[in-house]
C-alpha cells in the first residue's frame, strides 16, 4: 500500500487537478432504493450469499411471490398492532412463511435456473407450510407430549430441521449448516467425548423434539425477535427507502463534508454509518454507497485499498450505530431482558468513539498525503438539502420519542414509525410515496427478511443443542480456563472465539453464537452483562472486516479495483479503534453509561476521545507532522494508557499526548525554518 500512497502523494493532489476529473454538475449520490447496476448486483452476489436470488421476469412466479410478500409484511404488521397468535403457532407460522418465501428465492444451486422455480421447491413449499398446519391443529396435544413426542411429531421436527437446514445452505453457504450439523452430532456422541465436554447423550427423537416442540430450538428466541422487533425494523428500513431517505443521507453528507480535507472519504464514512444503521447491511451497503463514493475517494488521491478500506470499515460499523442498529442488537435486548431503548443508550460512545477513530485516520491521511476537498461550487447546499428533504429526518426522530419518552411497546412504536414515514413523506412532492410505492416497500420488507429469519432458525438448532447438553458453559469455562482467571487474557481468548466463529457467517448467527460462548465466561468473571454481550457483539461484526474471510472489504475492493487481501488489512487498520473499544468499555463501564454520573461519563469519554486520536496517529505515522517508529509507539502506549479510567493511567497518557503535540510543534517550525 506504500507503493500506492507514494504514487498518490505525486499527482492528482491540487484543486485544478481533481477539477479536470470531476463533473461540474452539483455532485449528489444515489439513493439506496434505486436498482443496482449489473456491475452492482454481480458484485453483491460474489460476495454475499445472501443476495444471489432468482429474478423471475414478469411470470406468474413473480406475481404470486410478490403479494405472497405483501400478505406476509401485512400478517406481522397487523399482528404487531393487535397481538400474534400463541408463541409457538405464531412463530411456526413466521418459519413457514420465511420458508416458503425463501425457497422461491434462491435456487437449489449455481446451475439452478433463475427465471422458474423448479418443481422440487414447490414441493418443500407445501412441506413447509403443513408443519404450522400440523402444530395449529394439534397444539394442545404437542404441548401436553412435550418430552415424551409421538410419530406425528418426529416426522415434523425431522423436515422442520432438514428445511431449514437446507434453506441456510441456499441463503447463507455452507458454513451455518455446517456448523449447526456439528452441533447435531455432538448432541448425539458426546457422551463419547472425554473431559468437560462429555454429556449423557441424546437420541434424535430427544434432540429434534427439543427443536421443535418448545422456546428453546428453531423457535426460540433468536426466532422471536426475527418475527417481532427485526421483521418491523426492517420494513421500516424499506418505507424509508422508498421515501428518499438513502439520498437525503447521501447528499447531505456530501454538503457537510465533502470540501473539507479528505472530503470524499468522509462523506464515505457519514454516508455509510447512517445507512448502515437502516439497512443493516454491511456488504450491500459497501456495493450501494460505494459504488459512488469509492471512485470519488480514488480521484482526489486515496489508494485503491484505502478507498475500499474506507467505505468497507464504516459500512460496517452502521450496525453498531444507533438509534436502529443491526438486527441483533434486538437479540441482545431479548437476551438481556432489557427494553431496545437501552441497548441503544449502552451503544452510542462506542460507536461514536469507533467512528471517530476512522474520521481521524482518514483526515490524517489526507494530511500526510496532501489530499483536498471538494470544490464547494460542485457541492450540494445544506440548506437546500434539508429544505428539499429535510422532513425525513421526523421519522427517525419520532422513533426516537416512541423509545425513549411515550411508554409504549418496541413492537407499537414501529408500527407507528411505519405510519408516520408514510405520512411525512407526503409532505413534499419530491417524496411523496404513491401506493404502489407502499405496497413495494411492503413486499421489499419481506422480501429483506428472509435472509435474517433463516439464518435466526438455523441458530436455534446450535442454541439447542448447547441449552440441551451444557455446551456453552463448558466452553466458557474452557476460555476461562485458558485465560488463567486473568480477565485480559479471558478477553483475549474471547476475542479470538468471537472472530474465528464470525467468518463465513451473517452477523446475527455470528453474534448469536459467540455470546452464547463468550458472554457466560465475561459474566463469570463479574463483567456487567451488557458488556460481555457488547464485546462479542463488536467482534463478532468485525469478522466481516478481517481476513482471511473479509466479506465488506472483499466486496469493496470488487468496486476499487484494489488487491482484496490488502483491502482487508487496510480495513483492519482503518478500524482499530473498534478494536481496542471493547477493551475500553470493559475496563472503564462509565462508556457505556453503566452506573456512572454525568461528570464522570464526561470525563471517561473525553480520555477514550484522546486514546483514539493517538491510535489514529500511531496507525497512520502522523500528528501535526510524520511520526517516527518510536513516536508511534509512544503514541501506542499512550492509548493504551487510557484504556482503563483510572486516573493516574488517564493522566500518563495525556501527558504523552501532550510531549508528542510539543515535540512535532517544534520540529515542525525547525523543518519550515530549514525550508
Known sequence: MELDEKKNKSGGQKNGEINEEINEEIITIPGESGPLTEEQQAIIEKYDKESSTRTLGRSAAAKLFYWACIAVSLYHFVTSFIGTPVVLQHRSLHVAMMLGLGFIMYPFGRKSSRQKVAWFDWLLIIISFLIPLYVWGDYNGIIERAGRPNTNDLIAATA????????????????????SVIFIIYGLYGRSLPGMFSH??????????????????????????????????????????????????NDIAMALAGHTKGGPAKVSVIASGLLGSIN???????????????????????????????EASASVGGQLLPPVMGAAAFIMAENLGVRYSVIIVHAAIPALLYYLGIL?????????????????SQLPKPLGVLKDKGHLILPLAFLVYMLFFSGTTVLYSAVLAIVATIIISCLKKATRMSGKDVLD????GARATVSVAVACACVGIIIGVSSKTGFGLSMANAIIAMGSQSLLFTLVFSMITCMILGMGLPSIPAYIITATIAAPALAKLGIPAIAAHMFAFYFA???????????????????????????GFASVKLAIAGFIVPYMFIY???????????????????????????????VEGYLLTRLNVPLRALSFAGALCLISSEFYTDIVGLLILIGTLLFQYFLSKKQKAAS
Open 160 to 179: 422442520l430441521v432438514l428445511l431449514v437446514l437446507e434453506l441456510s445452505r441456499r441463503v447463507t453457504g455452507w458454513t451455518l449448516p455446517l456448523l
Open 200 to 249: 449423557r447423550g441424546y437420541t434424535w427423537l430427544q434432540l429434534s423434539n427439543h427443536f421443535f416442540a418448545n422456546t428453546e430450538g428453531i423457535y426460540g428466541t433468536s426466532v422471536s425477535v426475527a418475527a417481532s422487533y427485526i421483521f418491523l425494523f426492517i420494513l421500516f428500513g424499506a418505507v424509508m427507502g422508498k421515501s428518499g431517505m438513502g439520498s437525503f443521507f
Open 280 to 310: 443493516g447491511s454491511a456488504v450491500a451497503n459497501v456495493v450501494t454507497t460505494g459504488a459512488f463514493t469509492i471512485p470519488l475517494m480514488k480521484r482526489t488521491g486515496y489508494s485503491k485499498e484505502f478507498a475500499g478500506a474506507v
Open 360 to 376: 481521524i485516520q482518514v483526515q490524517l491521511r489526507a494530511s500526510k498525503l496532501g489530499l483536498v476537498g471538494l470544490p464547494k
Open 441 to 444: 416497500a411492503f413486499a421489499e
Open 541 to 567: 461484526m468485525f469478522a466481516n472486516l478481517t481476513p482471511p474471510v473479509a466479506l465488506a472489504s472483499f466486496a469493496a475492493a470488487g468496486l476499487s479495483g484494489g488487491d482484496p487481501m490488502r483491502t
Open 588 to 618: 472503564s463501564p462509565q462508556l457505556l453509561l453503566i452506573n456512572t454520573s454525568l461528570a464522570e461519563g464526561l470525563r471517561v469519554s473525553l480520555g477514550a476521545c484522546i486514546g483514539v486520536l493517538m491510535i489514529g496517529a500511531a
